[in-house]
Every structure is written in C-alpha cells, then in structure tokens.
C-alpha cells in the first residue's frame, strides 16, 4: 500500500514540475512577442524631468537616431545611474539625486503611463513623451 503512495506522490510531483515549465515557457513567449522592436532612423521625442521636492521642471525636445531611452538620456548627460545584471537604474536626473534616506526614486512615464521595463528596454518611438519625475516613498 506505502509503495503505490509513494508512486502516486512521485507521478503528481512530475505532474507538477511539467505544468509549471509549460507555464513558464508559455510567459517567455507571451513576454518575446508583445516586446517591442527598436525603430530606426529620426525621431522626435519631449523629455520632462520634474521634482517637486526641489521645485524643478525641465522640458525640452530633441531630435535623435538612438533607438533606446536608456542611451538617449546618457548620451545627452541627463541622467546619472548604476548600472546592474537589469541594466540602468537612474540614481540622478539633471543633477538632482535620489536619496535612500527619504525613499526617493525615478519615476520613468512614457506618453502619460508609467514605464513597465527598464530603461534600457524603452524603445523611442517619434512624437514620444517622457517622464522622468522624482517620487518620495516607496
């Protein structure tokens, strides 16, 4: 009797572990093919940066070829960052620090909604807005 118990747990755990790799592997494809693809040539994009604990806000336009928010604001000295296995993670914008003391951070806003990747992976598109707004609190 122990031994078919032993055998059935042994087949549900099996079982299991092929759900959950189908799972996975069902969100992998699901996350490739909603990615979006790099554009190139010319585009047009606005760049805000806006902290209201340093009563600060910048807008401008800028014309670029780069294909990636995250390049863009490097190459344009806009913001400072560290960088990890995820990419950028902007510590600075136009000079002003987020400061773990106050729970301060970026906030990246891409055409009025939040951004839902990183930095890196914000791919201009022409007539783009973006936001980059210092938040206190986590």
Do not use: H, P
Request: one cysteine or more; hydrophobic letters at 40%.
């Amino acid at each position: 009797m122990e031994k078919k118990s032993n055998t059935k747990k042994i087949v549900i755990s099996i079982a299991g572990v092929l759900i959950l790799a189908l799972l996975c592997i069902g969100l992998w494809f699901l996350r490739e093919s909603t990615k979006k693809n790099a554009i190139e040539g010319e585009k047009s994009i606005t760049v805000q940066i806006k902290s209201e604990r340093d009563n600060y806000n910048f807008e401008q336009k800028y014309t670029t070829d780069e294909e990636y928010l995250g390049n863009f604001l490097e190459s344009e000295k806009l913001i400072g960052f560290e960088t990890s296995d995820y990419g950028r993670f902007i510590k600075s914008a136009k000079g002003f620090e987020a400061n773990d003391e106050e729970q301060s951070w970026w906030c990246i806003m891409v055409n009025g909604e939040s951004a839902v990747t990183g930095v890196d992976e914000i791919v201009i598109e022409d007539g783009d807005a973006y936001l980059l707004e210092l938040k206190i609190g986590w």
